[in-house]
């Protein structure tokens, strides 16, 4: 009767979250602490004092480590969703991909829709609170061309065993060119229960993303950039979408794109756990008694439905573009592309604890059932997939050794014969010497769906291909004494998926081998002056459709301290990023695919520089940033502008300045 009760508050409680989360932000965080933490909230805590003190950790669904928020300031790519690595197509919540070489590394089905991921919630990086007091957090960020970013966030413990999240976020941003304003929804609700005898637990996720980009194929004529009729970029002639007025692009909320992508996908997660053997432990203080079980056999059970919805539109097609680029022998008078897949998972997983007082070594083996359902403009497929894993992971009570290893096999099904095996091996040295990592990572998997000649989008797929097949070893050195990490990745692919032009699928049937080399690096040059560097070296050898730049670096050096204040945290400089001229992939804006080219080249006039000042008081936190200030130049035809653009991939330039504002209040009830 208790787990019936517990249920039903828990779907009750989650709705009332969901729907009136907004009236609990009314107290300022009066009291920060500990303010020179990390990035990911390793090394610093976020406290405040009003008549008691606040402790909020969180968890991630595949990790028991709680952790702490991070109240650093140095680091704007914390609240922002493009990493400082990654390229987008000129606008924020346009296409965009990452520099450094990660190749896509999932066995089992996939969609294979991914230059939108950045902007997508998903649940590996959802988080799952405990806090003492409902906490809250509203942001705003603002930039030019009327660019906006809302992201705001409420956790609560309902209970004291049970705790519920919801976060929204809004990003629209009309561009700098025509027709790429784009207008991206966002939603978050997660819960995590646990009972009072602690043996039962359960997580609960329902997120969604409403992704929405308009589409130019890039700019017409590059010439047109050194041109003083278009000094105002917005009117620079596009390759696809209809001229319109900077103003129509500016409702973040009646947004109408005549031309471009549009991208749904939903997840609804509810993962049970129950431990069937264990050890009951207490801990008495004066007034109380805190339960505690240490597991020995656990049993979970894990329910996913996902779904995911593509789609291409242009209402307004322009002939030639489409005759030359996709062999189009007449365009029709509006062009509709569209895949929607729907993905039921259940998963039965069974844990043995050989420690029952470290719950961070175990081992795990589970199956699971997945069923799909496909929909294409020509028809409809039903699929299914069985697939047994394991897992094994210890962190040593020490902290040592660490240990991670895990694998899953596709039995039967459509991607039978699937895998993916992982290791990885981590030691302590010394506190001089640091950390030692070395892993193996080996994936076999069948090609996305977007490789399919059924697809909606697979009108150049020529045929049957192979299982694309990785080989991943890795390593790493992390001296936290001298600040210094490197590390080093050797990948080695058969059967590589590629696009090599508008919309020609191909695979290259030659195994060629990636090598990279990266270092991170704190220097702290003088007194609260500190050079914060990334640099990547990466080499590809063999005959490879991928290109990619053969050196990437992005780098950081300012001020971080309290200028003598007490309650103020502030860090202010310069932010670098350069990569080598490469032949960089081009982008399909009717698959929606990077794709290979090898014709132009891409280079840098200049690195790409940012003037930045963040800082905190207290619960306030703001950053002011000032990027793209390598574009300014003195020319004949403009006079002095910021219109010295790069370019990040064919036909597609960088905008000149832009200044966003983003400011971040918290508040505790």
């Not at 229960?193 to 700019?219: C, P, T």
Request: proline content about 4%; charged content about 20%.
């Amino acid at each position: 009767m208790k787990g019936r009760k517990g249920i039903r508050r828990f779907l009750a409680g989650g709705f009332l979250i969901m729907c009136c989360f907004t009236a609990y932000a009314q107290n300022p965080l009066s009291r920060f602490q500990n303010m020179g933490g990390s990035k990911g909230g390793k090394d610093s805590t976020l406290q405040h004092r009003v008549d008691d003190t606040i402790s909020i950790n969180f968890r991630f669904l595949d990790s028991s480590r709680l952790q702490k928020i991070d109240s650093s300031v140095y680091d704007f790519y914390q609240r922002y969703p493009i990493p400082p690595t990654y390229v987008d197509l000129g606008n924020l919540g346009n296409a965009a991909h990452d520099l450094i070489f990660h190749p896509f590394m999932k066995p089992g089905w996939d969609a294979g829709w991914h230059a939108y991921d950045p902007y997508i919630f998903t649940v590996d990086e959802t988080k799952f609170y405990h806090t003492t007091k409902p906490y809250s957090e509203l942001g705003y960020l603002i930039g030019s061309k009327s660019e906006q970013m809302i992201n705001v966030i409420h956790t609560q413990n309902i209970t004291k065993n049970w705790n519920a999240m919801f976060q929204y976020r809004l990003i629209s941003s009309p561009g700098a060119f025509n027709n790429q304003n784009t207008n991206h929804n966002n939603y978050r609700f997660s819960s995590w229960y646990q009972s009072d005898n602690k043996r039962y637990q359960a997580f609960l996720v329902l997120l969604g993303s409403k992704l929405e980009s308009a589409e130019n194929g890039g700019i017409r004529y590059l010439k047109d950039l050194d041109s003083n009729v278009y000094k105002d970029r917005f009117t620079i002639p596009t390759q696809i979408g209809a001229s319109e007025s900077f103003s129509n692009a500016l409702n973040p909320f009646g947004v109408e794109i005549t031309t471009g992508t549009f991208y749904t996908t939903a997840t609804y997660m509810l993962r049970q756990q129950y431990d069937l053997i264990g050890q009951k432990d207490s801990i008495v203080t004066d007034s109380t008694v805190i339960p505690l079980f240490y597991p020995r056999v656990r049993v979970e059970h894990t329910l996913s439905y996902q779904t995911y919805h593509y789609r291409y539109l242009d209402y307004n097609p322009d002939t030639t573009y489409y005759i030359n680029n996709f062999d189009f022998i007449a365009t029709p008078d509006t062009i509709k592309l569209s895949d929607s897949w729907h993905n039921l998972t259940n998963d039965l997983s069974l844990y043995s604890f050989p420690d029952a007082r470290n719950p961070q070594q175990f081992l795990k083996a589970g199956v699971m059932f997945q069923s799909l359902h496909g929909f294409y403009d020509a028809g409809e497929r039903t699929l299914f997939n069985i697939a047994l894993h394991g897992e094994y992971r210890n962190k040593t009570r020490n902290k040592k050794w660490d240990v991670e290893a895990f694998g899953n096999f596709y039995l039967s099904g459509y991607n039978a014969g699937d895998y993916n095996a992982y290791i990885s091996l981590q030691r302590q040295i010394s506190k001089n010497l640091g950390y030692l990592q070395a892993g193996f990572e080996n994936v076999n998997r069948t090609l996305s769906t977007a490789w399919n000649q059924e697809s909606s989008f697979g009108f150049g797929v020529p045929g049957f291909f192979k299982k694309e097949n990785i080989i991943h070893l890795f390593g790493s050195i992390n001296q936290p004494l001298l600040k210094l990490k490197l590390s080093g990745d050797y990948y080695l692919l058969n059967d590589y998926p590629y696009f090599l032009d508008y919309y020609k699928a191909a695979q290259e049937s030659n195994p060629f081998n990636i090598l990279r080399i990266s270092a991170d690096k704190v220097i702290n040059v003088g007194r609260n002056w500190v050079l914060r560097a990334n640099l990547v070296l990466q080499q590809r050898a063999g005959n490879s459709p991928v290109n990619i730049p053969l050196f990437v670096t992005h780098d950081q050096f300012g001020y971080e301290g309290k200028l003598g204040f007490k309650n103020l945290l502030i860090a202010f400089g310069l932010e670098f990023r350069y990569y080598t001229p490469y032949k960089a992939d081009a982008y399909s804006p009717v698959i929606g695919q990077f794709y290979t080219q090898t014709t132009t080249t891409i280079s840098e006039k200049l690195p790409d520089i940012t003037g930045y000042l963040n800082f905190r008081i207290r619960s306030f936190v703001a950053y002011v940033r000032a990027e793209n200030l390598n574009t300014a130049q003195l020319s004949k035809a403009y006079g002095f502008g910021f219109t010295n653009n790069n370019l990040v991939a064919p036909d597609y330039p960088y905008p000149g300045l832009r200044i966003r504002i983003g400011i971040f209040w918290s508040f505790v009830n």
